[in-house]
Every structure is written in structure tokens, then in C-alpha cells.
């Protein structure tokens, strides 16, 4: 079993930058993939990046691309996603998500086996 808890969302400004963390607890934290994806309202939830049990690999999707960062600390067993220049188009409830047995690439939601409840990102334009 995994128990993922995510915070730091919030209401911010275009422009602004946050960092949502996520706290791991459970199963070995340092073997598995890690990663983020959102759900804005009306719309399907999405992949916005991933990163490896090692952290040495992050996977990310157009919309994130050199503006959001991923990553985790083993020691803390937690894992981060720092997002910058955020856009109203980044509203969304921000999920963590734990890959026991892949890369922390996939895009798919069903091969992601445990997630947390999920934390509120609201950009004002």
C-alpha cells in the first residue's frame, strides 16, 4: 500500500509561480515512479510529468515543458512539481500519482496504482 497526500495549491496570478509537494508514505518510496497529473473541470485528467525511482529521469508533456519541474527526494520520501510562469490554463486539481512497476512515463491514468486526494491550483488572469 501507498498513501499519497499532496498540498501547496493555491490562488495565484498569472505569471506566479508554486510548488506542490506530495508525501509518500507506505511501500519502499524509493522504488517506484512518481508523478503529476491534473484534472480541470469539464475535462478528462491529464499527465503532466513523471519522474523515475532514481529521479536520474523526468518525462513531461507539451503544456509543462520548460515551465514545470519534477522532482523527488528519496530520503523524505517526498516528491515535488514546481511550476513557473503558470497561465489560467493551468487551473486544475493537481494529482500525485505513484507507478509501482513502470518508468513514470506513462500517460495512461490506469497504470497509475495509487493516487492522492488531489490539491486546487487556480490561476487568475
Known amino acids: 500500500q501507498v498513501q499519497l497526500v499532496e498540498s501547496g495549491g493555491g490562488l495565484v496570478q498569472t505569471g506566479d509561480s508554486l510548488r506542490l509537494s506530495c508525501a509518500a508514505s507506505g511501500r519502499t518510496f524509493s522504488g517506484y515512479a512518481m508523478g503529476w497529473f491534473r484534472q480541470a473541470p469539464g475535462k478528462e485528467r491529464e499527465f503532466v510529468a513523471g519522474i523515475s525511482w532514481s529521479g536520474g529521469t523526468t518525462y513531461y508533456t507539451d503544456s509543462g515543458k520548460g515551465r514545470f519541474t519534477i522532482s523527488r527526494d528519496n530520503a523524505k520520501k517526498m516528491v515535488y512539481l514546481q511550476m513557473d510562469s503558470l497561465k489560467p490554463e493551468d487551473t486544475a486539481v493537481y494529482y500525485c500519482?505513484?507507478?509501482?512497476?513502470?518508468?513514470?512515463?506513462?500517460?495512461?491514468?490506469?497504470?497509475?496504482?495509487?493516487w492522492g486526494q488531489g490539491t486546487q491550483v487556480t490561476v487568475s488572469s
Open positions: 500519482a505513484a507507478d509501482l512497476i513502470g518508468s513514470g512515463s506513462s500517460t495512461k491514468m490506469y497504470e497509475w496504482h495509487y
